[in-house]
């Protein structure tokens, strides 16, 4: 079997960084996108020799085109395509900005949409393949200050059943697992400046502790897998029992 090509959006660090190095430790060679050139080739030296640094800023959504068109030409093929990039802000909804509700919905959402379209297009010629998007548990309940993160994690579960009822023709696969809350420099910096937030978390959550970077990498990894030749436009929960927690 040829050697298989991925991209994994936003890996380098947290659980873009552990999919990416699921994905190489597998023998898939991974493109690591990611904005800032310094963590990015540094990640993909840790990760090791399947791992290419690629320095992109997703938000230049009129250069997605031709930065998966690069990587076509060089591989003749892209068969996996995972979604992680995304940025948040913790913010009272009255004093959220138009301006930054649109820039959360452009990172998370609009680029999703240019990147997927764009490396479909690869898939379609080539016979299929994977897509995995990334939600949150802001999609699966409401949760204060974060209306815009929520707003975007939404709609990326709505547009990952649609991708999946649309690409299925194409033999193309599109899956979403929503993370709970998952040990990373970002959750821990969010949660130790909210006790009272971090409290619910523990208190809601059946398993009583926070995931790992590795148990999302895993389950995107079974996504893209043959295991999962059969599942599309499915939304999993990776997150301890947060999301039916009492």
Do not use: W
Not at 30 to 42: L, S
Not at 43 to 48: L, Q, R, T, V
Not at 80 to 105: C, H, P, Q, R, S
């Amino acid at each position: 079997m040829d050697k298989k090509i991925a991209i994994v959006t936003g890996g380098n660090s947290g659980l873009g960084y552990a999919t990416a190095k699921k994905f190489c430790d597998n023998g898939i060679k991974t493109y690591v996108i990611g904005r800032t050139k310094e963590r990015t080739v540094n990640a993909c030296a840790e990760i090791g020799d399947n791992a290419v640094p690629l320095i992109f800023d997703l938000t230049n959504l009129d250069k997605i085109p031709g930065m998966i068109q690069d990587i076509f030409d060089k591989e003749g093929q892209i068969d996996i395509l995972v979604n992680n990039a995304g940025i948040n802000m913790k913010k009272e909804f009255i004093e959220v900005t138009d301006a930054e509700f649109e820039n959360i919905l452009h990172t998370n959402l609009f680029s999703v949409f240019s990147i997927s379209r764009e490396v479909v297009k690869k898939m379609k010629e080539t016979g299929g393949g994977s897509i995995v998007n990334i939600s949150s548990m802001a999609a699966q309940y409401g949760m204060p200050k974060v209306v815009a993160y929520s707003a975007s994690k939404t709609a990326i579960e709505g547009m990952t059943r649609a991708m999946a009822v649309d690409l299925a023709q194409y033999n193309i696969r599109t899956n979403c697992i929503a993370p709970g809350f998952i040990k990373t420099k970002m959750t821990a910096k969010a949660l130790d400046s909210d006790p009272p937030r971090k409290e619910k978390v523990f208190s809601r959550t059946p398993m009583g502790k926070m995931g790992l970077p590795e148990d999302i990498a895993d389950a995107v990894f079974f996504m893209c897998s043959k295991e999962a030749k059969f599942v599309t436009g499915t939304v999993l929960p990776v997150d301890g029992g947060n999301s039916i927690g009492f």
